[in-house]
């Protein structure tokens, strides 16, 4: 019989070893505990993070392979910027950052419900206050048509969700984070769990021994971002013309 770890109430910063995760389901490593910004911290600075729906317990997953993206190679494609050209956009950080989770929280075609359930969101929305969690806005004039966010600790940065009202959307957004961060020195993007449209878009799966190495190393290490509510606003050109 397989026992799954229970987090313990008193040790919001004690996790399992993630190597003593699941098979199956791929990465289900403990349950329980709370999503305090403690807690967060904690298990992204391990590779672990939360993932779980409406009505479920707490559950934190740590898969094997990772998906992640480096951002030395994550920029916008010939395809991209012909569908941009001429476009009046402009992006923005941590400008909108509860509106991008609710639009990612949104509901998809094809999907029964959201993991961004309200607990997950109140817990960002903390994260974000405190300077822990990020997005990157793209805009139309006032519209908002795509972005998205996530937790940044070190120099690495755990992407969490994106989103599209617009073709190309959360693609630039996604490049624009891309450029950030290698500006920063964040060499990459945990994507967490691969699907076929984030390989599309660059992503690789490595071992996941392999990525705790790494991403261990990385949060541990100072980083050179100089405040991200300080970043002003670029116009789509200018983003295109650096990347």
């Not at 991209?80 to 991008?100: C, E, H, M, N, Y």
């Not at 599209?164 to 996604?174: D, F, N, P, V």
């Not at 390989?199 to 261990?216: S, T």
Request: glycine share 8%.
């Amino acid at each position: 019989m397989i026992r799954l770890a229970l987090l313990d109430d008193d040790a919001p910063e004690r996790f399992p070893d993630p190597e003593q995760a699941l098979d199956d389901p791929n990465g289900l490593l403990a349950f329980g505990g709370d999503l305090s910004p403690r807690r967060l911290l904690a298990a992204y600075r391990r590779g672990i993070f939360p993932w779980f729906g409406e009505h479920e317990p707490l559950l934190w997953w740590s898969p094997d392979p990772r998906c992640v993206f480096r951002t030395d190679r994550l920029r916008p494609n010939r395809s991209l910027r012909r569908r941009l050209a001429g476009k009046p956009w402009s992006i923005t950080v941590d400008r909108a950052f509860r509106a991008v989770v609710e639009a990612c929280a949104a509901p998809r075609p094809g999907q029964a419900g959201t993991w961004i359930v309200p607990s997950m969101l109140e817990a960002y929305a903390a994260l974000h206050e405190l300077g822990h969690a990020h997005s990157v806005e793209v805009w139309d004039g006032t519209r908002l048509v795509g972005g998205i966010y996530g937790v940044a600790v070190g120099r690495l940065f755990c992407g969490e969700s994106m989103f599209s009202h617009e073709s190309g959307g959360s693609k630039l957004a996604l490049c624009a984070l891309a450029a950030l961060l290698r500006r920063w020195g964040f060499p990459l993007i945990d994507a967490q769990v691969s699907n076929p449209h984030l390989l599309m878009l660059g992503a690789e799966e490595v071992p996941r021994r392999a990525f705790l190495d790494e991403a261990v190393r990385l949060a541990a290490a100072s980083s050179d971002a100089a405040g991200w509510r300080g970043v002003p606003a670029m116009a789509l050109a200018d983003l295109l013309r650096e990347t």
